[in-house]
């Protein structure tokens, strides 16, 4: 099979550990006889240093042109980075949300993931870790607060700033359904988070949410609201399936889920649209504060790229190496500095990218 890929280094450590998901990608095309054709293009602070804004059309044009999208991570360090006195719609982030837009990335699938191997890097007390938890968070991306209007004014010198929330009816239908069909193939059940006590476009979702599952009488749903889901994600973890909620929830509930597993440079993330077509990226950022020092963990990139080749290329068993080959990597008690713990070896961002290719 012939893959192909529009590839996304971007800022900080994005380039280095795109570099080693390439070299594990290139054992696996190898092992499994597929070729793979890789167009790299720039986004957010790369794009605004040679084109003056985060993202270009040319961008979205190759981004478009490819079966899916590889990114590694965007954006600086906001205190110190020129990038950050640009106005908010040409910093770095503008970028990524707009090829999501583009692209209509509406389906964000955030897996959090308690290694057996790595329960020790888990900061939840053992009595609530030792039950293990596997969640996967489906987020909304391509609509709610992060995409309706938005204005700062002054009057009166009183300076007033709003955002907008909103969902239409077929926004949440169709992630609602993505939540669904998911739950069938894990453990069929439903969290929909929302904050149906205070907002409408909550009341809708919920209202949506609760159609949709009619289609699926064998996942259970329930309802949870954030302030409540937030506090369960650290109380009992293991109570979760599948977590499906809008695009703000989504954003914060992730990084809490991903820093219970221990080991935010472990989570992969797959957007995906209606189609085959996928961006994949880790759940982390940029790290600029490590950024060419050879000591970032690739496996969220490495772990992405196997959803990559599961979600968009039908390749299960090429993605199933992979993901042995993080769990065999871990077993013989490699680790980057971020999941460092006594006994182990700790290897730099090449050489684990160099142990895992081997391992495919
Ligand atoms: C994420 C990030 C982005 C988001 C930022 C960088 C715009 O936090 O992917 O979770 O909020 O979606
Ligand atoms: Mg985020």
Redesign the pocket.
């Given at each position: 099979m012939e893959l192909k890929i529009t590839c996304i280094p971007g800022d900080g450590i994005g380039p280095e550990i795109i570099a080693e998901a390439r070299k594990v990608l290139c054992a696996v095309a190898e092992k499994y006889g597929h070729t793979i054709s890789y167009t790299d293009v720039l986004m957010g602070g790369a794009s605004i240093d040679v084109h003056g804004v985060p993202l270009t059309e040319e961008a979205v044009a190759a981004a478009r042109n490819a079966d899916a999208v590889l990114m590694g991570s965007?954006?600086g360090d906001a205190a110190t980075s020129p990038w950050y006195k640009l106005p908010p719609n040409l910093r770095p982030?503008a970028g990524?949300?707009s090829i999501r837009k583009a692209l209509n990335l509406f389906a964000n699938l955030r897996p959090a993931v308690l290694y057996d191997e790595l329960t020790g890097a888990c900061p939840l007390k053992e009595e609530i870790s030792k039950a293990g938890f596997d969640m996967l968070i489906m987020r909304e991306?391509t609509g709610g607060l992060?995409f309706g209007e938005r204005r700062t004014t002054e009057e009166n010198g009183v300076k007033t700033a709003v955002d907008t929330l909103v969902y239409q009816e077929h926004e949440i239908r169709r992630i609602a359904v993505k939540g669904f069909e998911i739950a069938m193939k894990r453990r069929k059940k439903v969290t929909s988070v929302d904050k149906a006590n205070v907002l409408d476009s909550s009341r809708l979702w919920r209202q949506v949410v609760e159609d949709v599952a009619k289609a699926y009488p064998e996942v259970t749903l329930e309802h949870m609201l954030v302030d409540n889901c937030a506090m369960q994600l650290v109380r009992d973890p293991a109570q979760f399936d599948v977590i499906l909620t809008e695009n703000m929830f989504g954003?914060i509930l992730?990084?809490e889920a991903s820093m219970v597993t221990g080991s935010i440079g472990m989570l992969a993330s797959a957007s995906l649209n209606d189609t085959k077509f996928g961006l994949y990226e880790p759940?982390h950022?940029s790290a600029p504060d490590i950024a060419g020092k050879d000591i970032a963990n690739p496996i969220a990139t490495v772990l992405s790229a196997a959803m990559m080749l599961r979600y968009s290329f039908d390749l299960d068993e090429a993605a199933d190496a992979i993901e042995n080959a993080v769990k065999q990597v871990l077993k013989e008690g490699y680790r980057t500095a971020d999941i460092f713990s006594d006994g182990c070896t700790l290897v730099g961002c090449r050489q684990m990218g160099d142990l895992l290719a081997e391992r495919v």
């Amino acid at each position: 099979m012939e893959l192909k890929i529009t590839c996304i280094p971007g800022d900080g450590i994005g380039p280095e550990i795109i570099a080693e998901a390439r070299k594990v990608l290139c054992a696996v095309a190898e092992k499994y006889g597929h070729t793979i054709s890789y167009t790299d293009v720039l986004m957010g602070g790369a794009s605004i240093d040679v084109h003056g804004v985060p993202l270009t059309e040319e961008a979205v044009a190759a981004a478009r042109n490819a079966d899916a999208v590889l990114m590694g991570s965007i954006g600086g360090d906001a205190a110190t980075s020129p990038w950050y006195k640009l106005p908010p719609n040409l910093r770095p982030e503008a970028g990524l949300l707009s090829i999501r837009k583009a692209l209509n990335l509406f389906a964000n699938l955030r897996p959090a993931v308690l290694y057996d191997e790595l329960t020790g890097a888990c900061p939840l007390k053992e009595e609530i870790s030792k039950a293990g938890f596997d969640m996967l968070i489906m987020r909304e991306l391509t609509g709610g607060l992060y995409f309706g209007e938005r204005r700062t004014t002054e009057e009166n010198g009183v300076k007033t700033a709003v955002d907008t929330l909103v969902y239409q009816e077929h926004e949440i239908r169709r992630i609602a359904v993505k939540g669904f069909e998911i739950a069938m193939k894990r453990r069929k059940k439903v969290t929909s988070v929302d904050k149906a006590n205070v907002l409408d476009s909550s009341r809708l979702w919920r209202q949506v949410v609760e159609d949709v599952a009619k289609a699926y009488p064998e996942v259970t749903l329930e309802h949870m609201l954030v302030d409540n889901c937030a506090m369960q994600l650290v109380r009992d973890p293991a109570q979760f399936d599948v977590i499906l909620t809008e695009n703000m929830f989504g954003d914060i509930l992730s990084d809490e889920a991903s820093m219970v597993t221990g080991s935010i440079g472990m989570l992969a993330s797959a957007s995906l649209n209606d189609t085959k077509f996928g961006l994949y990226e880790p759940s982390h950022g940029s790290a600029p504060d490590i950024a060419g020092k050879d000591i970032a963990n690739p496996i969220a990139t490495v772990l992405s790229a196997a959803m990559m080749l599961r979600y968009s290329f039908d390749l299960d068993e090429a993605a199933d190496a992979i993901e042995n080959a993080v769990k065999q990597v871990l077993k013989e008690g490699y680790r980057t500095a971020d999941i460092f713990s006594d006994g182990c070896t700790l290897v730099g961002c090449r050489q684990m990218g160099d142990l895992l290719a081997e391992r495919v």
